[in-house]
């Protein structure tokens, strides 16, 4: 017990016990010299490896969980199969990848990254972290001019090569929307008096979970884009609107009135268990993204997952604009290998790039209109097709603005609007006079 | 010292089952959470998702924890972990130890000052150093067989460089106060022996920290192993981030298993936690912070 | 005896040193010096020098003098209920979970049974990673599928992460729970080097065993007591991981340092505006601290009083130190 150990440490305070030095000086020489070999070991191990530069190309990656890993994977290596060249890949998970891309970009970068379109690649852009790849889009075939525009910079030049998306919607199970006879609403009314209708059902009509900040902006974006139009929300975005204008304030009173058929406590509920109850037909519908509701499905109940585009608020915008997040790649200003680089990029804006992607990773939809869609399950055939009808596509809230704006001043916001409907007025004054302190930078 | 330090061993009171009730219900209590970790990391994502965290089981198995080792890649980043915090913690202790010597021992002249300087620093926000540091870093150049990033930035070094920097306010804090337990006496006997300061340091007073140094080792250890900000901001090679960032490279951009992380904070622990029961006794010694010796 | 010490140490005065000494001494003593300069005071200054400007880390910086500042007090909601959480935060591991920590200690420290596997239990907590904590407080207090749900309320689940009144009373919990087995162990490591002749003579005086505690054993744990004050103070402002593996520290879990994280480490890079928040927490932390240390000082048993350093230049100290060593 303790105090064996207490009497030995009395015993060397008297400082005598000649043994008990000799001892401590011996561990003491043998950790040092483990510590000088613990010293020069990381230089021996870099030291390994190649020297700086080189033939290959090297790509930075967020996508650090199994499936994508592979996903991307099988799509480098068949690109490595045919140019004969090597593909280096720098792996670091999304959320640290994210966190640190300011860093990341005025540091080290590798030739290639993976970023996503829109608001934040133009940043970069504007801000000379990227190279201009206007000379390789001529040659990219399938991709659409909403494409181009989410590719495009705000100087006209393309710097991005989009790869996949994913759109949000409304889901719900068809086994569910069968036994209680519902039809899926197109306009925001129908939307009301079907969760009216659930909760009488014993269903908590819309599941919702707020914990991680960012999954009650596709609420916003929705309820925004049908409300005020794809061209408002944007600029809402960009920072050119008052929050307090009364557009906005009708947004936030259209949600405010639909808030009693969300599920209570949103804020303590992660989106997971939000999507748990869609799955346990606890709740009858959702909104999320496509990648996100089937993970909680058994395999088996899969297929009796289905989604209607998020209904109609104003008939002069209908559902026309689409919020579907598009991921792909960036070439960087820093780049050691931009001739390797940009032949990589020609190879990842082909369809059979998307299609071994989409083969290991279902749970998105190829960008490329010529890529095939014949192994896509129904799901993603939908998906599809609800973006190639878009008139707009929207990025997602924490895309289309500032990082700062959408991290320090809408999550907390939101949140609060979830806890207290009713100061709508307080929270949009308190919104724009922060938007105007961080918009003032630009 | 010689004496029992405790009193007898007791006679069975009444007051001592109550003590010991007391004593295992905090324990309970203490464990009770951990204990229902590890039980979650042993049942299927479905199952505690459709019945909750706290129900019957209906599969126990282990395969969460093959997955989280192999999925996460985990053997390189230990290897990475080891890297940064083995050299960090002995060259922590190291320059502490000295530093709490020269300062407790050697009657220097701004001896106080400098210990508040060092006490203070380790209060310090860690995030409050980042940004600069990140500049320092970009800008300090390194040999390719030191770095390969060429730059102090994304390489051990400046992990390293950090966590001893930040770290030696808090061990000379520690290591002062302790040796200025220990008897001058000793010192004043190698003096006059004619023994260097060297001499008084390495062989006459860091042998009688042993405990302390033990004790803080096994601290220093836990933090710098646990520790993820450091690594996120300097270094921004994947292959290069320490052990916490394998957890990380278990949760999906939006999907995450809890219990498949569950797993891999289990396996993850288990170096900490075997560190500590190696050094216990020592660290109960060692952590005598200089309450009157006797 | 110890008298002569001081006289002799003064006399020696500048010839104590060697050649050699001095190069030892220089070299292993400048290092620390030179890397806490470094790494911690410089970048420390830099940071307030930026606080003062506008940066996003990439473009230019700009000088906006207080505007961070004015923005901050005024203009950021967060702010204050994050510095409310923060004293919380102090008040509750300082009155709770130390004093809770203290009484483990001392009943571990009359040699029960089996002291070795509550020592381990106690401690484990102050092991676990950032990862664990945050899962751990999801599997306990989820709403949905936690387990507290689960046992106390399950027809009407109380939303224990979610309402941001009840969630840093929770998280508060969890942060004790981790501070609990710190403070034990060092306090468990102080009382076992109380001369346990103090406590018989004590009792032999008749005194209760509460009163030797507060009147023998608490007085000799001086020491102890100023590392685990400045550790309670340390761990109560820099308080980071818990509330940010649980929710990112938001709704009702905000507090200065995740602040901080928010506005410099992540995408957001609003280095200025972090800074000044640093700043403050600086302020704070160092107001605490200094108060303290200064405080403990003047009682002569701390570093910065260290009775050794003044005995060679204040021989009057000699006096207290000769009552020291026979007690």
Request: aromatic share 12%; proline share 5%; charged share 20%.
């Amino acid at each position: 017990m303790a105090q064996s150990s207490f009497s030995g440490s009395a015993g060397q305070y008297s400082g005598i016990g000649d043994a008990g030095h000799r001892m401590s000086r011996r561990t003491l020489l043998r950790a040092t010299a483990l510590g000088t070999g613990a010293v020069a070991l990381p230089a021996l191990l870099t030291a390994c490896g190649s020297g700086p530069g080189g033939d290959s190309v090297t790509l930075g990656s967020n996508a650090s969980d199994p499936v994508p890993k592979k996903a991307f994977a099988d799509a480098f290596d068949a690109y490595e199969k045919t140019s004969k060249k090597k593909v280096k890949v720098n792996t670091v998970d999304h959320n640290s990848f994210q966190q640190n891309i300011n860093r990341y970009l005025k540091g080290s970068p590798d030739d290639v990254f993976m970023w996503f379109a829109g608001y934040r690649m133009q940043f970069f852009a504007k801000k000379g972290l990227l190279t201009d790849i206007s000379d390789l889009w001529p040659e990219f075939q399938g991709f659409s001019k909403a494409l181009k525009d989410q590719s495009t910079g705000e100087d006209g030049k393309q710097y991005f090569v989009p790869y996949y998306y994913y759109p949000w919607a409304v889901f719900y199970r068809k086994s569910v929307f069968q036994q209680h006879g519902y039809e899926v609403p197109k306009t925001f009314d129908q939307y009301t008096a079907l969760a009216r209708r659930m909760r009488k059902d014993g269903l908590v009509p819309i599941a919702f979970g707020d914990k991680d900040g960012w999954p009650a902006m596709g609420t916003f974006d929705y309820l925004d884009m049908r409300a005020n139009g794809y061209e408002f929300h944007l600029s809402l975005m960009r920072g050119k609107e008052s929050w307090t204008d009364p557009r906005v304030k009708r947004v936030f009173d259209l949600w405010r009135g639909i808030l009693p058929y969300h599920q209570q406590g949103a804020n303590g509920r992660t989106w997971q268990e939000a999507a748990q109850s869609l799955a346990r037909k606890q709740a009858g519908m959702t909104v999320l993204g496509l990648p996100h509701p089937g993970q909680q499905f058994t395999a088996a109940d899969r297929a009796d997952l289905d989604f209607f585009p998020f209904p109609e608020i104003d008939s002069r915008y209908g559902q026309e604009a689409v919020e579907a997040p598009v991921d792909g790649f960036l070439l960087a200003k820093k780049a050691k290998n931009k001739k390797g680089a940009k032949d990589l990029l020609k190879y990842l804006a082909t369809p059979d790039a998307e299609e071994r992607y989409l083969k290991s990773d279902p749970n998105n939809v190829a960008v490329n209109d010529r890529a095939s869609t014949a192994s896509y399950n129904a799901l993603q055939k939908k998906a599809a097709d609800l973006v190639s009808g878009a008139r707009q596509i929207s990025q997602f809230m924490d895309r289309d603005t500032r990082p700062d704006f959408a991290q320090t001043v809408m999550i907390p916001s939101i949140q609060r609007f979830i806890n207290d409907p009713d100061d709508i007025d307080g929270l949009l004054k308190s919104i724009e006079s922060q938007k105007k302190t961080l918009f003032a930078a630009e | 010292m010689t004496a029992p330090a405790l009193p007898p061993r007791p006679r069975v009171r009444p007051g001592r089952l109550g003590l010991h009730a007391f004593l295992l219900t905090v324990s309970l209590a203490f464990l009770a959470p951990l204990l229902l970790a590890v039980y979650a990391s042993l049942r299927p994502y479905e199952e505690t998702a459709e019945h909750g965290y706290f129900s019957l089981p209906r599969h126990l198995s282990l395969d969460y924890y093959r997955q989280a080792f192999s999925d996460s890649g985990m053997s390189r980043y230990f290897a990475n972990s080891l890297l940064i915090a083995v050299p960090g913690v002995l060259i922590t202790l190291f320059l502490a130890s000295f530093a709490a010597f020269a300062l407790s021992r050697l009657r220097l002249r701004g001896a106080t000052a400098l210990l508040i300087v060092f006490t203070a620093g380790n209060l310090l926000p860690q995030q409050v150093i980042v940004t600069p540091l990140y500049v320092l870093f970009n800008r300090v150049p390194l040999p390719y067989w030191m770095s390969d990033s060429l730059t102090m930035y994304d390489s051990y070094w400046a992990v390293i460089v950090v966590h001893i920097g930040f770290q030696l306010g808090f061990c000379v804090f520690v290591l002062a106060n302790y040796m200025r337990t220990l008897p001058m006496e000793i010192l004043e006997a190698a003096v006059v022996d004619g023994a260097g300061v060297w001499t008084q340091y390495w062989r006459v007073t860091l042998p009688l920290c042993r405990p302390a140094l033990a004790a803080l080792g096994t601290l220093q250890f836990t933090w710098m192993y646990n520790d993820f900000l450091w690594a996120l901001v300097f270094i921004s090679t994947g292959d290069k981030l320490p052990i916490t960032s394998a957890l990380n490279n278990l949760r999906g951009q939006f999907f995450t298993d809890y219990n498949l992380l569950a797993a891999g904070s289990v396996l993850v622990a288990l170096p900490t936690i075997l560190v500590f029961f190696l050094l216990q006794r020592h660290f109960i010694a060692g952590l005598t912070l200089g309450a009157g010796k006797g | 005896m110890p008298s002569a010490i001081p006289r002799r140490a003064r006399r020696r005065g500048p010839r104590r040193f060697t050649r050699r000494d001095l190069l030892v001494t220089g070299v292993l003593l400048g290092l620390p010096i030179l890397l806490d300069l470094a790494v911690i005071w410089g970048p420390t200054l830099a940071s307030v020098g930026l606080s003062f400007t506008s940066w996003d880390g990439i473009g230019d910086i700009e000088w906006v003098g207080g505007r961070n500042y004015h923005d901050l007090f005024t203009d950021y909601p967060p702010f204050w209920p994050a510095a409310r959480n923060n004293l919380l935060w102090l008040a509750f591991l300082g009155l709770i979970a130390t004093p809770f920590g203290l009484l483990l200690a001392v009943l571990l420290d009359r040699g029960v049974r089996f002291s070795r596997f509550y020592q381990s239990t106690l401690y484990m907590p102050v092991v676990l990673s950032l990862a664990i904590v945050g899962f751990i407080a999801q599997l306990i207090l989820s709403r949905d599928q936690g387990a507290l749900n689960a046992v106390l309320a399950r027809d009407n689940p109380v939303d224990w992460l979610g309402d941001p009144d009840l969630n840093i009373w929770m998280i508060l919990l969890a942060a004790g729970w981790r501070h609990t087995g710190y403070v034990m162990i060092l306090y468990l490591a102080g009382l076992k080097s109380v001369d346990p002749s103090l406590k018989e003579a004590a009792a032999i005086d008749g005194a209760g065993a509460r009163q030797t505690f507060f009147r023998v054993v608490l007085p000799t744990l001086r020491p102890v007591n100023v590392i685990v004050g400045v550790i309670t103070v340390i761990e109560a402002l820099r308080a980071f991981d818990i509330v940010y593996a649980v929710n990112q520290g938001r709704n009702g879990l905000e507090l200065l340092s995740v602040l901080v994280t928010d506005n410099i480490i992540g995408e957001a890079a609003r280095i200025g505006f972090g800074s000044a928040i640093a700043v403050v927490l600086l302020v704070v932390s160092l107001g605490f601290i200094v108060a303290y240390l200064v405080q403990e000082m003047r009682q002569g048993k701390v570093p910065g009083g260290d009775r050794e350093t003044r005995r060679g230049k204040v021989p009057g100290k000699a006096q207290e130190k000769g009552e020291e060593e026979r007690r």
